[in-house]
């Protein structure tokens, strides 16, 4: 059996693991794109999508996004303080962000990734899988010099070009139609699928990557993927487009992992190759030519199945429901026009000119009749109309508090108040059920994915820093860092780091604890306030701006640029005495002579107060949570 023929019938084995999870992908996505059939529609009914799959998934990517660029660095290294190293780990993360702010993404293009990683989220909540492969390539770029002005030779200003290369990172999301990994689960192999253009092939053999030979004899071929296998444009939510016939596709199967013979030995173990066009062996097998000795790709899922390779979605259950949504509120509409406009029948013979009518009845028309139609007789008359269900309103609402359940989300996380009265103890419940299953994400998030990822990243950045220009240096907090990496060779910098450096990610944990720490933090100042014996025990012991500090802070406000300069101090009195007045305005008769203004005991109690209101502890969880998180946090 050929290295061909193997790799051939490594893919079918693959790509018949994941038929079926491939087609609720594509329910998922037609989701979030806002599609649904429509066929079994009469003309003249309604077709309208309520989009809660969308709004649901991207304001979980905002989330974690958020997560990465709000409260600073999101990940940190610690190395080994026992090997004596000069450097630290907040230096060697400035070193990964020269590189992981500015990848490679297609062509010129670059991307930074905190994009990569909420396109990842995004994938994992519609597709079950997040699939990412860390790589690197040698760029081609132009560095401009500049030549002044010669009076000798009387010429002008000059700007040249020097055709230079520089290694860069990249980190591609890959599809899961592109992916075909061993469906045992023991990861014999992995092999990604994808479709290059031939300009793009030859470039890669000429940077010795594929054997020219070979890949010259693919000049003049057009191969393209059966339809069933890739995603189409409309998948890409972009109108399909006809490729001009001089752009050639060349289809590589590329192999990772483990090849055996027809005996079932080992015939190459660990090593890469690659296939293009179900015929050509453009790259033989060869060793894994990464030092860490991994494949490129980081995989996990989000929600994960125990013993499954391709897991679940977030939406496998919600993108239903969703679809159920629709149905309902569909034919709810209906029902309301109906009632509305009704079924007419017509007499076209009574009518003097029946031109009228082309098209249907207008609202407010006036029809002009024949002078033979009897008094009183009609020429138009209703003889059906339509009804909403009295129940329609109340299943709409059941399916879709079992959407937001499905979901984890809840009216409160998309900014709108709960269609009942709620007390603030419901909204702790649900918010601490849901809080608890988000935690779970987050951490296998940063656990599966981010960790991983950074890691891959590091040990292939060490790999070839020899290519690193200089000008990626110039962020570092330490210049002798960048001395010290770049004087040693490639294989002292893998042996000084890798393995020696542990990477820990807390971003979204730290939105989370943040969130939790400041609802807290209210919850105790509401319960103070609303006693005055708790108050005075307060004021004396603890500092009342300390702990307006520590609020800003959750709330990643400076203090110190809200801080009053020396002239506004003075002047602290006076405003304190308008504050008084105002607030006495406002709510007269809110506070009592002899305990500075604050209610008796109970008085102003609010607790179990319903939300909407402006008062009471749901009110204030509800907005106060939203700022920090843009969601109810489990205070």
């Not at 076209?348 to 028309?365: I, K, S, Y």
């Not at 009609?378 to 269900?389: A, I």
């Amino acid at each position: 059996m050929t290295v061909i023929q193997a790799i051939q019938r490594f893919r079918i084995e693959a790509e018949d693991a994941k038929t079926d999870r491939l087609r609720k992908n594509k329910r998922n996505l037609d989701a979030y794109l806002g599609r649904q059939d429509w066929s079994h529609k009469q003309e003249g009914q309604s077709t309208e999508f309520i989009p809660k799959v969308p709004t649901s998934v991207e304001q979980m990517c905002a989330f974690v996004k958020k997560g990465l660029i709000t409260f600073g660095d999101w990940f940190s290294i610690h190395l080994d303080r026992s090997l004596g190293y000069t450097v630290d780990g907040a230096q060697i993360r400035e070193v990964m962000k020269c590189f992981m702010n500015d990848l490679w993404h297609k062509n010129n293009v670059s991307q930074e990734i905190t994009t990569v990683i909420s396109d990842a989220v995004k994938m994992g909540l519609l597709e079950s899988l997040i699939i990412l492969k860390v790589h690197g390539g040698m760029l081609r770029t132009r560095q401009p010099s500049f030549r002044p002005a010669s009076r000798a030779t009387k010429s002008d200003d000059e700007l040249e070009f020097e055709d230079t290369e520089a290694w860069r990172l990249r980190i591609d999301l890959v599809r899961p139609e592109d992916y075909y990994p061993d469906p045992t689960g023991n990861g014999l192999y992995e092999i990604h699928r994808v479709e290059r253009d031939l300009h793009e092939v030859l470039s890669a053999a000429e940077d010795g990557m594929y054997d020219q030979e070979v890949v010259k004899q693919l000049i003049g071929m057009d191969f393209k993927r059966p339809e069933d296998e890739k995603r189409q444009e409309r998948d890409r939510n972009q109108p399909e487009t006809v490729k001009p016939g001089f752009r050639k596709k060349v289809v590589i199967d590329e192999f990772w992992g483990t090849l055996l013979n027809d005996d079932g030995t080992v015939a190459y173990r660990n090593s890469v190759a690659a296939v293009a066009n179900d015929r050509f062996l453009i790259r033989k097998p060869e060793p894994n030519p990464f030092w860490h000795q991994e494949s490129p790709f980081v995989v996990a899922p989000l929600i994960r199945v125990p013993e499954s390779v391709w897991h679940k979605a977030l939406y496998d259950h919600a993108s239903d429901l969703n679809i159920a949504i629709n149905e309902l509120f569909n034919l709810m509409l209906d029902g309301g026009l109906a009632s509305v406009w009704g079924i007419k029948q017509l007499r076209m013979e009574d009518l003097e000119d029946p031109g009228q009518v082309a098209g249907g009845v207008r609202q407010g028309v006036t029809l002009s009749v024949k002078q033979t139609l009897p008094h009183n007789a009609k020429v138009l008359e209703t003889v059906s109309t339509g009804e909403v269900p009295r129940d329609a309103m109340l299943i709409y609402e059941a399916v879709n508090r079992e959407y937001n359940q499905a979901a984890l989300t809840n009216e409160m996380k998309v900014g709108q108040l709960p269609p009942r009265r709620v007390l603030a103890t419901e909204v702790i419940e649900v918010t601490q059920s849901q809080a608890v299953t988000l935690d779970g994400l987050i951490g296998d998030l940063e656990t599966c994915i981010m960790k991983p990822l950074l890691r891959k990243s590091w040990l292939t950045i060490l790999q070839n820093a020899d290519d690193i220009p200089g000008y990626a240096w110039n962020s570092m907090l330490d210049k002798r860092v960048a001395a010290l990496i770049m004087r040693a060779s490639p294989e002292e910098r893998y042996s000084l780091f890798a393995g020696k450096s542990q990477f820990r990610v807390s971003g979204l944990s730290a939105t989370l604890a943040r969130a939790m720490d400041f609802q807290k933090s209210i919850a105790l100042m509401q319960v103070v306030g609303q006693n005055p014996i708790l108050m005075r025990a307060f004021m004396t012991k603890y500092s009342g701006d300390k702990h307006l500090r520590k609020l800003m802070q959750y709330l990643n406000i400076n203090p110190d640029d809200m801080e009053k300069s020396p002239d506004e101090m003075a002047q602290n009195e006076q405003e304190m005495q308008q504050t008084a007045q105002l607030g006495q305005m406002m709510n007269p008769g809110a506070g009592g002579a002899g305990n500075g203004g604050l209610a008796e005991p109970g008085a102003a109690g609010n607790q179990g107060a319903p939300l909407g209101g402006g008062t009471g502890e749901a009110a204030a969880v509800n907005q106060i949570a939203n700022p920090l998180t843009g969601i109810p946090g489990n205070a």
